[in-house]
């Protein structure tokens, strides 16, 4: 059984900046991705960002290209997302999931092991 744990949530203003861990409880470097979602009140979880098994390969949202950074430490099971100058419309409680193959995916039934979630609250 996988267990991830979020933490890192919190109030931000506009324009801050914050950063999100998401460690394992197992090894994270046996060829999954790691990927982060988000969901905000009302409506369904969406993609944020991946990142595969090695980390060379990231993808983003449109919304957070460019503001928001997907990285990981397998050393230490760890996930990390930057984000940079966020946006009130980035308030939502963040995910991170383990990805079910190796390559980095957007949809949540191609991942099958999810964290509780933290809150992200920015003020403008």
């Known amino acids: 059984q996988v267990q991830l744990v979020e933490s890192g949530g919190g109030l931000v203003q506009a324009g801050g900046s914050l950063r999100l861990s998401c460690a394992a409880s197992?090894?994270?470097?046996?060829?999954?991705?790691m990927g982060w979602f988000r969901q905000a009140p009302g409506k369904e979880r969406e993609f944020v960002s991946a990142?595969?098994?090695?980390?060379?390969?990231?993808l983003y949202a449109e919304s957070v290209k460019g503001r928001f950074t997907i990285s990981r430490d397998n050393a230490k099971n760890t996930v990390y997302l930057q984000m940079n100058s966020p946006r009130p419309e980035d308030t939502a409680v963040y995910y991170c999931a383990r990805g079910r193959y190796s390559t980095v995916k957007i949809t949540t039934e191609d991942y099958d092991y999810w964290g509780q979630g933290t809150q992200v609250t920015v003020s403008s």
């Open positions: 197992v090894r994270t470097d046996r060829s999954y991705a």
């Open positions: 990142i595969n098994w090695s980390g060379i390969r990231t």
